[in-house]
């Protein structure tokens, strides 16, 4: 039975070995420029453990995912192009989703994604255009793209929302 829980620094070992494995995936998958240059840091890692905001999909004692959740404000996502969000209400943000070598095919971003609808109804998430896995998974998990936002670094990402009104 799959649940999710917040991760510790016991685990850090483990989350940096799926985020590697995600960034290998990603390059096999054709998306050659996302998290480029080992992101997301372990001192980003370590961060978000520490603020509480690093979770794992679970199944026994394995660790099947991993994901940032929080209901916050991304600077990032107040402006957006090529589109507009579905609303302006309060919203909580998932980001670095990764999910492990064994899992993929196996529901994990979905049950991520519907646990974090669970929590907060109205989700923000973005991905690089390559990571077309991702598209796929948002939008099975009914996110609708909603036009690009723009990292700190100027970089484009695709934007999705998912709402319950």
Same mark, same amino acid.
Request: aromatic share 10%; net charge neutral.
């Given at each position: 039975?799959?649940?999710?829980?917040?991760?510790?620094? #016991?685990?850090?070992?483990? +989350?940096?070995?799926?985020?590697?494995?995600?960034?290998?995936?990603?390059?096999?998958?054709?998306?050659?420029?996302?998290?480029?240059?080992?992101? =997301? =840091?372990?001192?980003?890692?370590? #961060?978000?453990?520490?603020?509480?905001?690093?979770?794992?999909?679970?199944?026994?004692?394995?660790?099947?995912?991993?994901?940032?959740?929080?209901?916050?404000?991304?600077?990032?996502?107040?402006?957006?192009?090529?589109?507009?969000?579905?609303?302006?209400? =309060?919203?909580?943000?998932?980001?670095?989703?990764?999910? #492990?070598?064994?899992?993929?095919?196996?529901?994990?971003?979905?049950?991520?994604?519907?646990?974090?609808?669970?929590?907060?109804?109205?989700?923000?998430?973005?991905?690089?255009?390559?990571?077309?896995?991702?598209?796929?998974?948002?939008?099975? #998990?009914?996110? +609708?793209?909603?036009?690009?936002?723009?990292?700190?670094?100027?970089? =484009?990402?695709?934007?999705?929302?998912?709402?319950?009104?």
């Amino acid at each position: 039975m799959k649940r999710i829980e917040k991760i510790t620094e #016991s685990a850090l070992d483990r +989350v940096e070995e799926i985020y590697a494995h995600a960034r290998a995936y990603m390059r096999t998958s054709g998306n050659l420029m996302q998290w480029a240059g080992g992101y =997301p =840091p372990r001192e980003q890692i370590l #961060s978000d453990i520490s603020a509480g905001k690093l979770y794992a999909c679970m199944e026994e004692d394995e660790i099947l995912g991993v994901f940032y959740f929080a209901a916050e404000n991304d600077p990032t996502y107040a402006k957006i192009y090529d589109g507009a969000w579905r609303n302006d209400r =309060p919203y909580a943000v998932i980001h670095r989703v990764a999910v #492990s070598e064994k899992s993929h095919g196996k529901g994990v971003a979905r049950f991520i994604f519907d646990h974090c609808f669970a929590q907060y109804g109205n989700l923000r998430i973005d991905t690089h255009k390559d990571n077309v896995p991702m598209q796929k998974a948002l939008l099975k #998990s009914g996110f +609708v793209h909603c036009g690009t936002i723009l990292l700190a670094n100027g970089d =484009p990402r695709l934007a999705f929302q998912r709402t319950d009104a």
